[in-house]
């Protein structure tokens, strides 16, 4: 008899991480892989973040803090929400996490109830379905496609939304798509939320620097301030300072919830590494320079890859327009993106991950969190597996 618990027996493991393990294994057995699969920076951590974490080791910030957080870094992330996002942010609105993903996971367990349902625009990030399952509440997938641009389509959020609809989840900009919600596209979304007053919004907020030029990433809580006690942000360090390891992310939002996620908290991981909140507070007290260097390397390799990518035949994409992503819709029939993901790595060594774990069976999420080289590298070999269809 299976000693696994009827909660757990529905989490299924992150693909992505699957994959780039599998890609990794091949290329230690000497096999020539080219990865771009991978869902994180390819930059090491800026220098005076490592310098400012080793300092506070040094200093014996090597104990239990708070679990909501370093008071200095809940500061200063409130400090960044008021100032940078517009959107007026106090320290008991902010609690700092593992990571932006177990935000999500605090946020799910404290306020969907078993049978609540979580609207989820389609292809999404794959952990939301999953942290929505493990609050026992159900994943409810708005679909969109290249056809519609990935555009979130108000008239079937309505048609999905029931008495049973407590959550809608937004990410802008998008993992796996790229695309970047505009003003108007929030203030249409905030209108559904006003028709809807039950419905919360977590809007996911991680690439929130990782942009086109030609566009501006909103905070959503600043598009619609009216509904502040109704929306949730969700935010972290991973990305923008290349920062995966270190795990730490914030939740921000009302008092209440927040205060409720801290005691959820304080009894499970208890407060996030001590040393590593000192290097997240220097992150967000030093030069913003970093950030945006690294934004202007990815917006060069967005460009290389979107030129590269329209010449192939086979697929067809959106622009992406934020993050490190573009996902190509595969124009062949009968193959699942499982099998294209699996002949890629076997036939041109090629490691991408299959659109199936974003919703989307049709597409591949190819990652340009790579070098120019290994983009150049990549689409080379996937122009080649195309070009024997
Ligand atoms: N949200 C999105 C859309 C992501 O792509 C990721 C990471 O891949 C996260 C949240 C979580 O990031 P982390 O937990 O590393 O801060």
Redo the contacts with the bound molecule.
């Keep these: 008899k299976s000693q696994i618990s009827i909660r757990a027996l529905s989490i299924k493991p992150s693909l992505?991480l699957e994959i780039s393990a599998k890609a990794k294994a091949l290329k230690a057995e000497g096999k020539n892989i080219c990865s771009l699969s991978a869902?994180?920076p390819d930059f090491d951590t800026p220098e005076f973040i490592v310098d400012a974490t080793l300092k506070a080791l040094k200093d014996g910030k090597t104990r239990y803090g708070p679990a909501a957080g370093d008071p200095e870094l809940r500061e200063a992330i409130a400090q960044k929400q008021s100032d940078i996002n517009k959107v007026p942010t106090k320290t008991d609105n902010v609690l700092v996490?593992?990571?932006?993903?177990?935000?999500?996971y605090n946020l799910f367990q404290v306020v969907l109830n078993p049978g609540d349902e979580v609207l989820i625009p389609t292809p999404y990030?794959l952990?939301?379905p999953e942290i929505t399952l493990l609050a026992g509440a159900k994943p409810i997938k708005i679909k969109s496609s290249t056809k519609d641009k990935f555009k979130i389509d108000i008239n079937s959020l309505e048609e999905h939304v029931t008495e049973k609809t407590r959550l809608l989840i937004i990410?802008s900009p998008?993992?796996?798509t790229g695309c970047v919600l505009t003003e108007q596209e929030m203030k249409t979304i905030s209108d559904f939320l006003r028709r809807h007053p039950r419905i919360l919004l977590m809007s996911?907020e991680?690439?929130e620097f990782l942009i086109s030029p030609n566009q501006v990433h909103h905070s959503f809580a600043k598009i619609a301030p009216d509904l502040k006690n109704r929306i949730f942000t969700?935010?972290?360090?991973?990305?923008a300072w290349a920062?995966?390891g270190w795990?730490?992310?914030y939740l921000t939002g009302n008092a209440e919830v927040i205060k409720k996620a801290i005691a959820l908290q304080s009894q499970s991981t208890s407060n996030v590494c001590s040393f590593a909140q000192k290097g997240a507070i220097a992150a967000l007290q030093g030069s913003k320079d970093c950030v945006h260097e690294m934004a202007n390397i990815y917006n060069k390799r967005r460009l290389l890859i979107t030129e590269r990518l329209k010449k192939i035949k086979h697929i067809s994409f959106v622009p992406p327009n934020g993050?490190f992503y573009v996902f190509p819709e595969i124009n062949l029939e009968e193959i699942d993106s499982i099998s294209f993901c699996k002949l890629a790595l076997e036939k041109v060594g090629l490691a991408i991950v299959p659109g199936i774990a974003f919703g989307d069976d049709k597409c591949i999420r190819i990652s340009y969190a790579a070098s120019n080289k290994m983009i150049e590298d990549g689409v080379n070999r996937l122009e080649r597996l195309l070009n024997d269809f």
């Design positions: 992505t869902g994180e996490t593992n990571g932006g993903k177990q935000a999500i990030w952990s939301y990410n998008s993992n796996p996911d991680i690439y969700v935010n972290g360090f991973a990305k920062m995966t795990r730490i992310g993050a």
